[in-house]
């Protein structure tokens, strides 16, 4: 069934854009066009099977659930990301793992648990992300400044993991992409998958939720975005030369 795959994405809950499709299926598309295999996988409803995928690399896609809700499959998904992390502490050929936004989150509080905070405010719209490592291999032909899609409302947080960057503004002091070194895993808190179009289509999709339930103000994110197009879907192909 995965002979021909050379990437699994996982894909948390949430939808992008008018057809309904989630967050991975932008990730999918993406890698198609880099010309690799991509299998797309439904994270909530194959939590229970996860063990039994091959060893593939993994993108695990942002979603719209906090890593840190009581929620059964969000358990069942860390319990998986630990069993990985402790596999391939053991192993010279670890299998390495992406996570985007949620991702990111699940990664970080499968590591050490508090490191995901809420965040208030959320960081919604375009990012200013200042690369600490900017010759690092997941940022391969990046400047050390660039700009990307955030959409979050949650924050990592920690001192355990290698920190490519970090993001200070006001009071606020959170991780925006990091590695892992001895279990393989990556994260970015920002969505690199995405572009304006869908972005766009993003906000309009949760307005209600951006503006009763945490307050923002969509005519502002709007008026910050960027023109012309933001790209760095080669974020994505930079992972997967990484892996091999």
């Known amino acids: 069934m995965y002979s021909d795959v050379d990437v699994i994405v996982l894909e948390a809950d949430g939808a992008v854009d008018d057809s309904n499709h989630g967050y991975g299926h932008h990730i999918m598309n993406n890698l198609q066009k880099f010309?690799?295999?991509?299998?797309?996988?439904?994270?909530?409803?194959?939590?229970?099977?996860?063990?039994?995928?091959?060893?593939?690399?993994?993108?695990?896609?942002?979603g719209m659930t906090e890593v840190t809700a009581?929620?059964?499959?969000?358990?069942?998904?860390?319990?998986?990301?630990?069993?990985?992390?402790?596999?391939?502490?053991?192993?010279?050929?670890?299998?390495?793992?992406?996570?985007?936004?949620?991702?990111?989150?699940?990664?970080?509080?499968?590591?050490?648990?508090?490191?995901?905070?809420?965040?208030?405010?959320?960081?919604?719209?375009?990012?200013?992300?200042?690369?600490?490592?900017?010759?690092?291999?997941?940022?391969?032909?990046?400047?050390?400044?660039?700009?990307?899609?955030?959409?979050?409302?949650?924050?990592?947080?920690?001192?355990?993991?290698?920190?490519?960057s970090s993001h200070q503004k006001g009071d606020r002091d959170f991780v925006q992409a990091f590695e892992i070194p001895d279990v393989g895993c990556y994260g970015v808190q920002f969505h690199p998958e995405i572009q304006l179009s869908a972005f766009n289509h993003l906000i309009g999709k949760y307005k209600s939720l951006l503006e009763e339930d945490l307050g923002v103000e969509i005519k502002e994110i709007i008026e910050g975005l960027p023109t012309p197009e933001v790209d760095n879907t080669k974020l994505l192909k930079n992972f997967m030369e990484m892996v091999g």
């Open 35 to 62: 010309g690799y295999n991509t299998a797309l996988i439904s994270l909530a409803e194959n939590v229970d099977h996860l063990h039994e995928l091959p060893e593939k690399p993994i993108i695990i896609s942002g």
């Open 70 to 164: 009581d929620i059964d499959w969000i358990v069942k998904a860390k319990n998986f990301m630990k069993t990985k992390m402790n596999e391939n502490r053991k192993k010279r050929d670890k299998t390495k793992i992406l996570g985007i936004c949620f991702g990111a989150q699940l990664i970080a509080e499968s590591n050490k648990e508090g490191s995901v905070t809420f965040l208030k405010p959320p960081q919604m719209g375009i990012s200013e992300i200042n690369l600490e490592q900017p010759d690092h291999s997941l940022f391969k032909g990046f400047d050390s400044t660039l700009h990307a899609f955030s959409f979050h409302y949650n924050q990592i947080k920690t001192d355990n993991v290698n920190i490519i």
